[in-house]
């Protein structure tokens, strides 16, 4: 425990150098998107990390490449995994200060990548600075990981882990992305859900035909995209699709008791969410976000969407949507279930996949989850908002079923981080208190 | 007889006198929807009819002028009704020459307004013309109205008509607007169908959440259209809106008769208009294309509509629809009855009307319609296709309701004019033909 004090009394001692650093990491373009400075921020976050005493390297991907780290020795090996490249950050007239020189204002840091996810991953390489620089050596085996594509939905992360496997052995995989819960106490995550995308579009005619010439005798293809649609879910929004949920995985007890202690304030998450009100008892509500899955459609498009009227039968129509899946649904079933059923009601509709995420769940009974969690109420002096699973979805199969390791996400960026927006920011002291945490969680996980 | 033997050596003597002078009309734009030239095509329009020896001044209304005219003697009062506004030219890439620039290639003149309405207005006032030159009069009372806005809707046609009931009354009023049937026959067409423009739209949020973070406790906008949309049609296509086809008028025998006596070749209107087949009997395909009404999307819009996927609930959708509407369907009752069925669903949900046009009908069983047929046929050497209405809409019901007189529709133009798009054309041979048939039109309700 002396130790960890002496740690914790450098890392708060050096607030400032953490900061520069930072800036210095965001200040490197690295758009996977658009192929911009990605090479180069690897490049750049190699030498970060050996100048903090940590050996790294880049490994290459047929995409961008990934930066590999690790130190320590110890009979427990956590594997960090974050993200160095960033959203676009289109558009730029939207932005109070260049989205590529970070800019401190009102105890924020204003970037692109400042909180999703180069401060975040920075954090962890501070923590083990500070016991090296501290006590000369860190107290469990620690292993980085650092894609250059999560933005760009982590193509080859699979197949990095996959040809990887005992360079990656670990017995925790951890990962800080995304916001602290919104009341300010830090969330820890046992899993994600997953991700489907797909179109179904629908030719009815060769071309767009008036609706007064023609009106009555042929398809319109606007009403035939709804009447499939429409066949997808019943009245109360459930999926109708054949074999949707038969892979849902049953909640586990442990899950619905971390449900049962979480606090639940139905009108300000209306309001967070910009809706008129959410009507829904505590339990649906947090299965429904966590354990259940979706059938969101995310686009619409037929016809005339200009001014005013244009009297036309469409002759094309597509939906876009995407499913956020839960263990233990495969994405290529649900898919099959889908396209099936979309033919099924019109043999003209085409349905094509736009990729997909396996969901990820780890046991929150766990051990080693408790010692997470104690790191994070320690760092934080909060109570952690523990959920069996982040509505959203993140690579986080890659460790739970590819390795084969369990995995918890602990976020550490502010709940407005405006991640994917202009003006992205991190509060500086959610980003000190996110050492704090991965510091304490180094310490935790030393312990027997 | 014999006099009008003579009229029709004089007009097939002077088709490149006729041709000349509808380039000359078709030169000048008069773009209603852009304001573009309008009033000066109305001043070239008097000015032409005045060359002809047809007495005609402008009336001013609240949007772009009618022109009117008189002229002849006789028991009998036709008006000819035409609009003199085109629709805007764009895209003008497409054209293989310029719009307002009249040019003729094999045997068609391309030009914008050609066939919709200018070289169909201008055919009646040749026929009266080549009375003129031959008889030195003409054998009935003929009235023209040329308005300047019905390529924007006609707003203000029933106005002036209402206004000027004794100046317009009449026993026939004779509109050229459309094409032949597709078979090269003449059309002939004892009403209209009538137009309801209105969107329905829809705010679920305040703005579009993240599909993830958010997905399964939010509602989503498009899935909610789409619950509105198919709660509006059964499945087979029946609009379930209470009271829609409340007023709608059983066909009469003579109604069922004139589709008796249609020839139908479904495979070949599937090719007309690129469907891959229609599987209607006859009677059933005329009925819903004339005498039913219709409710069409044209237009859906939610959500991102850009390539990939992006992982929203859209806050925002809406659906733009039109309904066509038959005797006796009133449009303010049709929409009043959609309005309170989609607010019924969703009390959130804003329903626009975007305008709209009566339904319009004339008795085919009238005296006054042999006549015009037998024109139709005399001058075209073909059996014209009487259909009960036009699928369409056309402002007919200021002369069948306002006016208070019969009305019957004869177009001229060929059936690939290609009005409304690049290119628009008029087959000179329908031209020449247009005039032959106003002028045996005339002829024939001469006489008792």
Same mark, same amino acid.
């Given at each position: ?5 002496? *740690? ?64 320590? %020795? ?14 676009? /950050? ?78 990656? +052995? ?97 009108? +300000? ?13 505590? %339990? ?20 005339? +969407? ?19 899946? *839960? ?15 979309? %033919? ?60 084969? *390791? /369990?995995?918890?996400? *602990? ?38």
């Amino acid at each position: 425990m002396l130790g960890y004090q002496k *740690v914790l009394a450098h890392l708060r001692r050096n607030k400032r150098e953490h900061l520069k650093l930072l800036q210095r990491l965001v200040a490197q373009p690295s758009i996977s998107a658009q192929n911009e400075g990605v090479r180069e921020c690897a490049e750049l976050l190699v030498n970060i990390m050996e100048g903090l005493g940590i050996p790294a390297q880049t490994y290459e991907t047929e995409g961008h490449p990934v930066v590999y780290g690790e130190i320590g %020795e110890g009979d427990f090996t956590v594997l960090f995994y974050g993200h160095y490249d960033v959203q676009p /950050p289109e558009p730029l007239e939207a932005w109070d200060s260049p989205p590529f020189k970070p800019t401190v204002r009102k105890g924020r840091l204003y970037g692109r990548g400042t909180g999703d996810n180069k401060g975040q991953l920075l954090s962890h390489l501070l923590a083990v600075h500070s016991y090296l620089q501290v006590l000369g050596e860190i107290p469990i085996k620690i292993k980085f990981v650092f894609e250059g594509e999560e933005e760009s939905g982590s193509p080859y992360l699979a197949d990095f882990v996959s040809e990887h496997k005992e360079l990656l +052995q670990a017995d925790l995989a951890y990962t800080s992305d995304g916001p602290l819960h919104e009341s300010g106490a830090p969330a820890v995550y046992y899993g994600v859900r997953g991700m489907l995308g797909l179109e179904i579009s629908l030719e009815t005619a060769s071309w767009d035909n008036h609706s007064g010439n023609k009106g009555g005798v042929i398809p319109n293809a606007a009403w035939e995209l709804v009447k499939i649609l429409s066949s997808m879910k019943d009245e109360n929004g459930r999926v109708r699709v054949a074999g949707f949920y038969e892979q849902v995985r049953e909640p586990s007890t442990k899950d619905l008791e971390l449900i049962e202690n979480l606090e639940y304030h139905p009108w +300000q998450i209306a309001k967070n969410f910009g809706v008129k009100k959410i009507e829904m008892e505590k %339990e649906d509500f947090y299965r429904r976000l966590t354990l259940e899955p979706t059938m969101s459609i995310n686009g619409l498009t037929s016809g005339y +969407q200009g001014k005013g009227t244009k009297t036309i039968i469409p002759a094309r129509a597509s939906a876009k949507l995407d499913c956020r899946l *839960v263990a233990d649904q495969d994405p290529e079933m649900v898919f099959a279930a889908i396209k099936h059923h979309v %033919e099924k009601m019109n043999p003209d509709a085409e349905v094509v996949m736009q990729g997909y995420m396996h969901p990820s769940r780890t046991d929150p009974a766990l051990p080693v989850s408790e010692k997470i969690l104690k790191a994070a109420q320690t760092a934080s002096g909060k109570k952690p908002v523990a959920l069996p699973a982040m509505g959203g979805s993140l690579p986080d199969y890659v460790w739970t079923k590819i390795l084969g *390791v /369990p995995s918890i996400i *602990v976020p550490y960026a502010n709940a407005d981080e405006a991640n994917h927006a202009p003006n992205e920011n991190l509060d500086l002291e959610c980003f000190y208190q996110g050492i704090e945490i991965s510091a304490r969680a180094m310490y935790e996980l030393s312990k027997k």
